[in-house]
């Protein structure tokens, strides 16, 4: 047995402490710290034992830490400490800004291959897993199309929309998806859906004491690009059931492609996502990547890394003749 | 643009068709031609200017052949062809006998290494897209439980045994999964499920004149390994219903992840296929893999190889900047 794989988070919120949960059920692998930029004493750690320090320790861990879990947020965090981390260790991260990713590939890789480090960046689930089957879809089937469907989920960006107009106390945001539009598509028939046809908003709101509903909602309903292209129901609600029915991260969705082959057969793949806990699922798909992030580092293949870039049997603890033998 | 990928075809049935009709649809390849032991001339090219050759001219073609797709079947073919090709070409072939898989990579991996040749085998759904899905699903929620239901689709291998029954003059038979089942396992609560729960069987077959019909039927729904262990139902139908309702070969699937992650929230991942064509279907995975196969040669990446040694972003002719900025 291999000595385990030693983790670091740097970075301590939901995502993170769903990578502690995800490192705890892994085989393989031990939790080396969590890094915060909080007072360490404020955090409980996730098991007795798991060392929290202080964000400017982080250097002083580099020989402890085989993978660095970056766990800020896309649009302020990441940006700066990917490529500063990267620098220094080997990274998985979930940037998940897509128009950025790009750019922000381009930003962690120079200083990645400068420190010798691998650096696998946007994972999770989309970008990531979502990523995979689109690659897989247009690649198996060039002759098709690919439909993304997300939800039913909470939206954080939405439901911070959503808390930024005036009169509302506290809400959430549901992204549904068309069970008529899924179906089909599930047909083969590749219909051409608008924004409107693939997707509902559902809004649960709180008002504030004296707020007028009627003028929230009309706010809400036509808010520009977050409400006006969708039908959006708007639900008001006391400040007990947002609490009591809508603590919660569900999502998920599908990515369908519909393609056809020679004879002009329909082939339909579709890969489906119905998640309980949004960001522990994230976390889980981060811990199965640190996985490759060591193992590549390992083979020497350095610098910034996707999902695209990675064989499935390297996500896996198990030896490449087990996987063969159990599961192929 | 590169020149295009040159692929050779070994055996022209069902799949070899298909390669053929998927390898027209790749921008990035063109048919150098098709090999095969019956006369090349009983045999009508997929276009005009393929040239179909005799099997012992294959070493002769050697220098104008980039990958070389492997078409004959698991049982009689594949165990002699895989080993004997890879010596003298980088390969991909659709080996399926799930059992023997850890033999036939062993017998294929030392001479493609001699060779300096890069042999993916066992490359299609089941095994293959299927096999993917089930590692991801183990390694990204390692609490769960891994289901696989096939159909509802046409069954090869229990056509033949069916057509194998005396008084038999045709048939088909149609792998059913239980949709019950499949509702039970999308629920998060992983049921235990028996041969006989996840399963029905349905065969069409054609009776030869003067036969019994229920000899016939007891003698295909009691036979063991075959139809003893589940629920089938045998419906006698005329030559020409045979023809004209059951000559199509469709199939596909479900493979399904069901897990729980930190807080005990439920997590459920789902891949499904619904083909109008399996052969066409998997032929056109053969060929994904097929620059996949090349690319991986290019590398120095020789010996045998599975899907789960195969990074996602080789299956596409984008290039690697392009995927990040369309597809992730």
Request: net charge negative.
């Amino acid at each position: 047995m291999a000595a385990p794989l030693r983790i670091g988070i740097a970075g301590y919120g939901n995502l993170g402490r769903g990578v502690a949960a995800a490192v705890r059920k892994a085989p393989d692998m031990e939790l080396a710290g969590i890094f915060t930029r909080r007072s360490p004493d404020q955090i409980t750690p996730p098991a007795p034992g798991v060392p929290v320090l202080p964000w400017d320790q982080l250097l002083e861990h580099r020989d402890r830490i085989d993978v660095l879990m970056l766990c800020g947020g896309s649009k302020a965090d990441l940006p700066e400490h990917g490529p500063a981390l990267a620098a220094h260790f080997t990274t998985v991260d979930s940037f998940d800004t897509h128009a950025k990713i790009s750019e922000y590939f381009a930003a962690v890789d120079a200083p990645a291959r400068a420190g010798g480090n691998t650096a696998i960046i946007s994972v999770g689930w989309d970008p990531g897993m979502f990523s995979v089957n689109r690659l897989l879809g247009e690649a198996l089937l060039p002759d098709g199309a690919t439909y993304t469907f997300w939800g039913k989920g909470l939206s954080q960006g939405h439901s911070d929309a959503v808390r930024g107009v005036p009169g509302v106390a506290g809400g959430v945001q549901y992204t549904v998806p068309s069970a008529e539009a899924i179906e089909a598509v599930r047909s083969g028939r590749r219909p051409e859906l608008s924004t409107r046809q693939k997707h509902t908003r559902e809004v649960y709101a709180v008002l504030e004491d004296g707020a007028d509903d009627a003028a929230v909602e009309r706010a809400i309903v036509t808010m520009p690009h977050y409400f006006a292209e969708y039908d959006t129901t708007v639900h008001f609600i006391s400040a007990e059931e947002l609490t009591r029915d809508h603590g919660a991260m569900p999502h998920g969705g599908f990515v369908i492609r519909s393609g056809s082959t020679g004879s002009g057969s329909s082939q339909v793949v579709e890969y489906r996502l119905d998640l309980g806990s949004n960001p522990e699922f994230t976390a889980s798909v981060l811990v199965a990547y640190a996985r490759a992030a060591a193992r590549l580092n390992a083979q020497g293949d350095v610098g910034a890394k996707t999902v695209f870039d990675v064989p499935p049997g390297l996500l896996s603890p198990k030896p490449a003749d087990q996987l063969r033998a159990e599961l192929l």
